[in-house]
């Protein structure tokens, strides 16, 4: 089982900016695909963008332009950089991981389907004020 921990959030007025960084127990970074997930209290948990292992991204259509997801394969270490923030954005986020071993990974228009990745972290508390 792979662990994922999450650290960068935190509070920020709208209009400014996060980046939540997400490590790795493991080396598996090059072939997972990776996500990141997003859950408002009360709401059920959304896709908010993620990366496949060749470097191919997705992001939901109401954060496109504003955020953007990397990742470092050296430091086993994914990010979501966070621009323009809005009081909508506040929710824990999730970084997510499908390893597939030998075989690099593309999840393509199926990138948001929860049951598809089996790591999960355990988030990282974001707030928006106004």
């Known amino acids: 089982q792979v662990q994922l921990v999450e650290s960068g959030g935190g509070s920020v007025q709208a209009g400014g900016s996060l980046r939540l960084s997400c490590l790795a127990s493991g080396n598996i970074y090059r072939r997972a695909c990776m996500g990141w997930f997003r859950q408002a209290p009360g709401k059920e948990r959304g896709g908010v963008a993620a990366?496949?292992?060749?470097?191919?991204?997705a992001y939901a259509d109401s954060v496109k332009g504003r955020f953007t997801i990397s990742k470092e394969n050296a430091k086993n270490t994914l990010y979501l950089q966070m621009n323009s923030l809005k009081p909508e954005d506040a929710a824990v986020y999730y970084c997510a991981a499908l390893y597939l071993g030998v075989v690099d990974c593309d999840l393509g228009s199926r990138w948001d389907r929860q049951v598809l990745y089996n790591s999960w972290g355990q988030g990282t508390q974001v707030t928006v004020s106004s």
């Open positions: 990366i496949a292992s060749a470097g191919s991204t």
